[in-house]
């Protein structure tokens, strides 16, 4: 059993920053790749960033490209999203993303956290 703890949501000024946290824990895992999702109101999902984890290339969304930056922490299954110059636009509920195998038994994850909500104030 492998789970997704989320935090760091906020409200926020536009302009302002907000970082947001994503820790994998459970029983022995390797991962492939983390990242991060975002729903807006009204919207669907979508893409923001990932980071793979075996090299550490990132990907972004064209909408947040040189403002988010996705890092990690390995030691502790941890992956972070800065994300800077906010814009009420980024108001969404931001949901963390992992692909993951188990271990023991070889068995293919994907998990997704419980949703963290950011609002951005124009």
């Known amino acids: 059993h492998v789970q997704l703890v989320e935090s760091g949501g906020g409200l926020v000024q536009a302009g302002g920053s907000l970082r947001l946290s994503c820790a994998a824990s459970?029983?022995?895992?390797?991962?492939?790749?983390m990242g991060w999702f975002r729903r807006a109101p009204g919207k669907e999902r979508e893409f923001v960033a990932v980071l793979h984890w075996s090299g550490g290339a990132t990907n972004y969304a064209g909408s947040v490209k040189g403002r988010f930056t996705i890092s990690r922490d390995n030691a502790k299954n941890t992956v972070y999203l800065q994300m800077n110059s906010l814009k009420p636009e980024d108001t969404a509920v931001y949901y963390c993303n992992a692909h993951a195998r188990m271990v023991l038994g070889l068995r293919y994850l994907e998990l997704w956290g419980q949703g963290t909500l950011v609002t951005v104030s124009s």
């Open positions: 459970g029983l022995a895992f390797n991962i492939y790749s």
